[in-house]
């Protein structure tokens, strides 16, 4: 019986790139920009990484497909490089791979990256994304905020809710990334819109405002994994590990069968059973200490609140309006780097990206907004439509805990 | 010949009705006598609407209740085909579900195609061979022209066969004249007219009479004998100077439904005879005209049948049904006459791929999903697994067509962002009253109304529009249950 990846796993260096309209950049000086910083934490040379998972969703965008991008652009030596791609879980999934080939102990030091260059579309928003010649024929045309925005009718719905009581929850979620997003020097967006700004915004998708949407944003991120005894032998005193790493996919069910509402993930529930057994954990709303969730939207941060059994079904707009989530005397802070929302999205590099976060909360490297007594992370991405969607999660602390 | 005639009728025109003035106000510097049709609305179709799209509406509001499997035959009459090589009565056969060995034939190139296919059509049916007979168009005009205004968009459909007649075929004459109106040459985008005073003269005034007498004399009817007189003329009088010299009192003369509709080219004989077997009572005679190089008359008699027959909606209903486009220059783009700037987002769709279509053609074009044959579960599209994560039984399914189901929202969304060349774009999950449910595209859907829970019924529309290739894809859209009012 598999006994799971808790503690067999630990992070030994980790590097993520300023994210933003990096229209300095092209993906691979992104790439080497968060490899360097990585290489340089895990204090190691690039000979020693005996296998690599590249993690990039838009190819046509970036550098094209396969994974000899990445190995050409870190000049890897001549090592297996898997390029993985699992929509917005593709960064989690890239670091999913190196903690399996490490625990499976085929290798002893691999490399997850995840990599997204959006802003060299020409226009505003993310590039289109087909649902292939059979999906063409009968899917309704939709942009990312829509599909969200479906969240926000059907949870409102379910309970009744007037728009504005939802739209006044959503608001706050969106100030608290903001006012996160202003202390992280590698966060894209650092303005602080205050509430009014927020739900005076010009609409996007019905409820969804502008200041609902996270940025879109070019982006890399990286780990190095290896095991906790190597970890020890470079001479990682704290040593942060892998918890639980789960990953959910939709079956159809949920756009297909009458048992789904559509106010909440099917998959995130699914995976959050999943990965709270993988870690031990028994109650999450007193264990988990900090989230970065997959705040595309407003909307989805706010059902993810209870699809993660944080919050109790039906109230996550009480826990966001008494600050439950905020970094300040928040018991959970979420989005401390500033989310999906500020720090940016792009898409493959996201899911490193929350869990580089949770890394640098762990050891107190966090800066300005560093939490106190931070303990187990909850890393959360959601890739496709709430409809039919793959979600990927990790958790993350001390091997001592 | 067996007794022939009509069996089913109905109608389609667009719920949006392009306001005259809105398009007088934005043309009469050109031509200030536009101000002299500048009254009330005429007919446009949606963006996502064609000739085709209207076709099958039509055909839909004539069908309920009739056996499709005793359809033998579908003739489509248009000059407005989407499709100039691709058999467009096929893509209407397909949609409608009607059986793989119904002929299909499209008859074109005439405004008098809608009444000769019709007597072409009477003939095949009078030879037991049951037909669906289906007539639309939207013309393309010259912006600024009278044309624009007096034209509208719209389609009818009348089931023949020799039974359940509820209109009986008393005969018809027809003239074959070539006399050039108009014409519309190979490549032409738009119709070329010529002296409106020649055309009433030399044409209708000297065509129709010839025609109506010849009817007459063939068939014994007397002139004062007709109950109702459909003319379709967008000149001013002349169908009331044919009535007179012909002897049918003027009260026989139907209303062209200018206001709110328009002349809806060689469909509108047809549109304007639907609307009168709407009111018309047993034992009336009808005498339609149809004009276009040449003359069509045919006389038909209602039987005591027609009491007992109403369409789903009929032209009356979606008449009665619209909303009022004041905004001119969407009329205009909708018709691909002016180049709007939709952003670089609208030029990255992908290419209509047939060959993945074909695969799947019965299931998109008439929206038929699966019935799981163990546990009952409606589910769209069929897959080779049951939906029902209780079921999940493998390849049970059969087909089951959803396309005249009901469904209620389930969520949706006013999207902004997403291109659409009818912004903003309103789509969301709908689930049919059988249970089944996809993420539809909203179509005539207000976005200030739209709710949860709200009723939608399906309607066939345009999916994909490809500009470069002119090519376009079909799909099933939800529309509001309460566009079109109550059906009878």
Known sequence: MAGGIKDKVAILGMGCTRFGERFDCGPDDLMFEAFTECLSDAGIGVETIQAAWYGNCVSGESMGGSATPMSVALRLPNIPVTRVENMCCTGTEAFRGAVYAVAAGAVDIALALGIEKLKDTGFSGLPFISMGPKGDLWWSDFSAPGVFAQLASAYAAKHNLPKEDLKRAMAHVSWKSHQNGSLNPKAHLKNRPSIEQILGAPMIAEPLGLYDCCGVSDGCACAIVTTPEIARSFGKKDVVTVKALQVANSNGREIGHQSWDGSYLVTTRAAAKRAYEEAGIRNPREEITMLEVHDCFSITELVTMEDLFISPEGGAIKDILDGFYDRHDGKVPCQVDGGLKCFGHPIGASGLRMIYEMYLQLLDRAGDRQLKNSRLGLTHNLGGLPAQNVCGMSIIGRLSD | ?488
Not at chain 2, 146 to 168: M, P, R, S, V, Y
Not at chain 2, 319 to 347: C, H, P, T
Request: proline share 4%; net charge neutral.
């Open chain 2, 1 to 488: 010949m067996n007794d022939v005639g009509i069996s089913a009728y109905g109608g389609y025109v667009p719920r949006l009705r392009l306001s005259r003035e809105s398009a007088v106000r934005a043309n009469d510097w050109v031509d200030p006598s536009l101000m002299m049709n500048a009254k009330s609305e005429r007919s446009m179709c949606d963006v996502d609407e064609d000739s085709v799209t209207m076709a099958v509406e039509a055909a839909r509001d004539c069908l309920q209740g009739v056996d499709l499997g005793s359809l033998d035959s579908l003739y489509f009459a248009s000059t407005t085909f989407p499709f100039l090589d691709r058999q467009n009565s096929t893509i209407i056969a397909e949609a409608l579900a009607l059986k793989d060995d119904v002929e299909t034939l499209d008859i074109a190139s005439s405004q008098r195609a809608g009444t000769s296919g019709l007597i072409c059509a009477l003939k095949t049916a009078a030879n037991s061979c049951t037909t669906l007979y289906v007539s639309a168009d939207c013309r393309k005009t010259k912006a600024g022209t009278a044309n624009e205004l007096l034209f509208g968009d719209g389609a009818a459909a009348l089931a023949l066969g020799t039974q359940g007649i509820l209109a009986k075929f008393i005969g018809s004459v027809s003239l074959n004249r070539d006399f050039v109106d108009h014409f519309r040459g190979d490549g032409s985008r738009y119709d070329t007219y010529f002296e409106q005073r020649w055309i009433r003269e030399e044409g209708y005034l000297r065509m129709v009479p010839d025609a109506l007498q010849a009817l007459f004399k063939k068939t014994g009817i007397a002139p004062e004998d007709v109950t109702h007189f459909i003319m379709p003329c967008v000149i001013r009088g002349v169908r009331e100077v044919v009535a007179k010299r012909i002897g049918i009192p003027p009260e026989r003369i139907r209303n062209d439904l200018a206001a709110g509709c328009g002349e809806t080219g060689t469909a509108h004989p047809l549109v304007m005879l639907v609307d009168t077997l709407e009111e018309a009572k047993p034992d009336e005679m009808i005498v339609m005209v149809g004009f276009g190089q040449g003359v069509d008359a045919l006389a038909f008699r209602t039987t005591s049948t027609i009491d007992g027959f109403a369409p789903r909606r009929g032209i009356k209903n979606h008449l009665a049904n619209g909303v009022v486009e004041k905004n001119y220059q969407k009329f205009l783009s909708f018709r691909n006459m002016v180049e709007i700037d939709w952003g670089m987002r609208a030029e990255a769709a992908p290419k209509a791929r047939p060959s993945a279509a074909w695969r799947k053609h019965k299931e998109y074009n008439a929206l038929v999903g699966g019935r799981c044959m163990r546990c009952g579960t409606i589910q769209f599209p069929m897959a080779h697994i049951c939906v029902n994560p209780e079921c999940q039984a493998r390849d049970s399914q059969e087909n089951y067509r959803l396309a005249d189901s009901t469904a209620r929202i389930v969520s949706y969304t006013v999207d902004r962002l997403a291109y659409s060349p009818h912004p903003p774009l309103v789509f969301g999950i709908i689930e049919f009253e059988e249970g089944a449910r996809f993420l539809a595209q909203f179509t005539g859907c207000d976005p200030e109304t739209v709710t949860v829970d709200a009723p939608m019924e399906m309607v066939f529309r345009i999916k994909k529009m490809e500009r470069e290739r002119n090519f376009r894809t079909y799909f099933w859209k939800a529309t509001p249950l309460t566009n079109r009012g109550k059906e009878k």
